[in-house]
């Protein structure tokens, strides 16, 4: 690994940045600003592959940059093994067989790094990849994403000076704790690879101390069920609300609850009557995770010099408390208002920003929409649109929220405009497809679709989306294959039983291929425990297949999983019900069939469309 290449090439270009510290012997030296801008959860940055632009996933927790796969195949990247034994451990305790690769020229905040190394494996979660601790380790690094930034800093005679230079500040002591077990025999050590260590800081929470690791890459902040269950709470607990299921590295998942505590206490802030989100959590010597949610609402120095964190609040939700329902079909909702230092479970106010070119307004806007104040992005998203009417991306990104405020039309109208000025930008053609399809234009929808799979590179992360929205119009041979595309190149995804669901439900819908079916859905139950979310969706796909293949039996036992997992799925009832129809069973065949129009009076009406009738 050429880590003391990458860390000489950026110190080179040292950028001097004048702070209000206390001390006038302390200098902080700003050698690199990456501008970010929120994709949802995440913080990305722009960065080029051997001259081809990209966008990283800044993710503190990640101990190196990793690409997928398909990530590394779309770039032409060469894989090769790495020399000593490593694998990649994700939140939910999965793993990832991992390789190497070596970028000739990496750029990065306007800086060409060369002969980079990043790992390549696991899932895929953004379209370029994921910048880790052996950059973000490099010095000092201050989060700042409600202003669309992240800063590397180097620190010269501040020992005893705080260096949260913007003003007011609450701070916690944080410990640097090897979290990599490298194989015997390795050349890397500890004191050379700063990349290996995490940062561990304690909360409070009821007045119990726990660790906790500040990682940007979750999307959530959470506590381990282990942790909240010696305060007295239980995802079986009163009033625990499950709050859907996430993905690790690998194929691993982690299921999430929302429960109300006492209090949350880190640094000088405490909350009270805190809600918090728990889960699985299996990262050694870690009880708790502060991630995006955590990070938008606050402004954050980490000091590897000092080993404390600077924090200041900068208002809205500490927490993000979205519960992902059980289904997956519907889309998400807030389970309450979430918490703010210094009181009860309440909405902060918006904090005043200032003023700035069109990229500082985009960043400040996208940063609020993570956030869900969505009145305060659309006047700062807006503002960039004026600023720069002919810029495609604030155009694409002010339709994204329009989306969110449901002004279809004026989605609309963003989305077409920045379509004309970047006519093959394949987010943009892929999210209009997805709103004409919602508003009732499918021909115009799939001409959309269309074009998004013509320009979309062979192993782009985006054919999954392309092949579920080709299901949604019916488009059922390409929606196998595009999926194919993506499970090609995504072997090793946490997706992966999602796609081969797509696949064996596109073909069992049509009655085509079905021994393939019956292999895709049966390697995707083997994939998933049944808590997860998707297992009962896979139950009802492979009960289609066995209906379509005439072993009433082995569908009806598995209709059976998928109606005691999912009492609401109409499709399973009704399924069954023609299985017991065929066995003869009318009493009860009837019974299944009468359970599924009264949960959707038009489930008859699509199985006779696919041919399945309960005569």
Not at 371 to 383: K, N, P, V
């Amino acid at each position: 690994m050429k880590t003391h290449v990458l860390a000489c090439s950026l110190f080179v270009a040292t950028i001097h940045c004048t702070s209000a510290l206390a001390e006038n012997k302390c200098k902080l030296d700003r050698f690199a600003e990456l501008p970010i801008t929120m994709s949802g959860p995440r913080a990305l940055t722009v960065a080029k592959f051997n001259g081809q632009e990209t966008r990283l996933f800044i993710d503190s927790g990640a101990f190196y940059s990793i690409l997928s796969p398909a990530v590394a195949a779309t770039f032409n990247l060469k894989l090769s093994p790495l020399p000593f034994g490593l694998s990649v451990r994700g939140l939910g305790g999965s793993t990832a067989d991992v390789q190497h690769t070596i970028v000739k020229t990496f750029t990065l905040a306007g800086f060409d790094l060369h002969n980079v190394d990043f790992l390549v494996g696991g899932t895929e979660v953004s379209t370029g990849g994921v910048l880790g601790r052996n950059i973000l380790h490099l010095g000092d690094v201050e989060y700042d994403f409600a202003q669309g930034f992240v800063r590397l800093f180097a620190p010269k005679d501040c020992q005893n000076t705080a260096l949260a230079y913007w003003g007011s500040y609450s701070e916690m002591p944080i410990t640097a704790e090897i979290n990599i077990k490298l194989p015997t025999g390795t050349s890397i050590q500890p004191r050379t690879a700063p990349w290996m260590y995490t940062n561990i800081g304690t909360v409070s929470v009821n007045g119990r101390e726990f660790h906790v690791e500040l990682d940007t890459g979750s999307p959530v902040s959470f506590l381990s069920l282990k942790a909240a269950e010696k305060v007295g709470i239980k995802p079986d607990s009163p009033g625990v609300l499950y709050a859907g299921d996430y993905v690790g590295v690998g194929t691993g998942r982690y299921r999430t609850y929302i429960a109300r505590f006492d209090s949350f206490k880190i640094g000088q802030e405490e909350i009270k009557n805190a809600k918090l989100r728990i889960g699985d959590l299996e990262i050694p010597n870690v009880d708790m995770l502060l991630g995006a949610d955590f990070v938008l609402s606050h402004r954050i120095y980490v000091s590897n010099s000092q080993h404390k964190m600077y924090f200041s609040y900068n208002g809205g939700p500490v927490f993000d408390l979205t519960v992902k329902p059980k289904s997956g079909a519907e889309p998400a909702t807030q389970t309450a208002a979430a918490s703010q230092p210094g009181g009860e479970s309440g909405e902060a106010a918006a904090t005043a920003v200032p003023a700035g070119d069109a990229a500082d307004f985009a960043r400040r806007g996208e940063a609020m929409e993570s956030r869900r104040e969505f009145a305060q992005a659309l006047e700062q998203l807006t503002r960039a649109c004026e600023l720069e009417p002919d810029n495609p991306e604030y155009l694409f990104r002010r339709g994204v929220l329009y989306e969110e405020l449901q002004q279809a039309a004026s989605a609309m109208a963003d989305f077409d405009r920045s379509l004309q000025l970047r006519p093959n930008d394949l987010n943009a053609l892929l999210t209009r497809a997805e709103l004409k399809i919602r508003t009732g234009d499918k021909p115009g929808g799939r001409a959309d679709l269309d074009a998004a799979g013509a320009v979309a590179p062979k192993q782009a992360g985006a054919r999954f989306r392309i092949a579920r929205a080709y299901e949604r119009v019916d488009q059922l041979d390409e929606t196998v294959k595009q999926i194919s595309l993506w499970i090609e190149s995504h072997e090793d995804d946490a997706e992966l039983p999602e796609a081969l669901n797509t696949r064996c439900r596109a073909r069992a819908l049509q009655g085509v291929d079905l021994p393939l079916a019956l292999k895709d859905c049966t390697s995707a139950l083997r994939h998933l425990d049944k808590s997860a979310a998707v297992y009962p969706r896979v139950a009802d796909s492979r009960g289609l297949v066995y209906l379509r293949m005439g072993d009433f039996d082995k569908s009806i036992a598995d209709y059976d999983t998928a109606v005691r997992l999912n009492p609401k799925d109409a499709w399973a009832w009704y399924g069954r019900g023609i299985d017991k129809l065929r066995k003869s069973k009318t009493q009860d065949g009837n019974a299944d069939i009468a359970a599924a129009v009264a949960l959707w009076p038009g489930v008859a009406a699509e199985f006779k469309r696919r041919g399945i009738v309960s005569d």
